[in-house]
């Protein structure tokens, strides 16, 4: 992942929290991207102190770790069974509703690891 903006806007007398990420993962065999994900959101805060825009920046990457965690959940299951989830009109933040594998076997993790993505 790659944080675009991590920042504090002071328009005088309006005060934002402005956080943009980008993620993505890649296939190690091929190079391939197999998913990605990017956010770019502002929340308004109401004190010109630091540590309610450090709550706000929090607030979002809460929010925005969900959708990832949803998203991933869904991949992982995905290719683990074949079942892919479609999300529902009435998830909030068109967050992939969570669901078990059809067998009812739960989704081991521990072959899972993460790689860390090579410079050019």
């Known amino acids: 992942g790659t944080v675009e903006a991590l920042e504090k806007y002071d328009a005088g ?8 990420m980008t993620f993505k993962m890649l296939d190690t065999d091929d190079g391939s991207q197999v998913w990605d ?29 969900d959708i990832v965690e949803g998203q991933l959940d869904s991949l992982f299951l995905s290719l683990k069974t074949g079942v892919t989830l479609i999300p529902t009109q009435k998830s909030s933040l ?21 790689i860390p993505e090579k410079k050019k």
């Open 13 to 20: 007398d309006l005060f934002f929290a402005h956080l943009a």
């Open 37 to 65: 994900y990017s956010f770019d959101r502002r929340k308004q805060v109401y004190s010109v102190e630091m540590v309610h825009t450090i709550i706000g920046l929090s607030s979002i990457f809460q929010t925005e770790m």
């Open 94 to 114: 068109n967050k992939p509703a969570r669901a078990d594998s059809t067998d009812g076997e739960k989704l081991d993790e521990s072959a899972f690891e993460i």
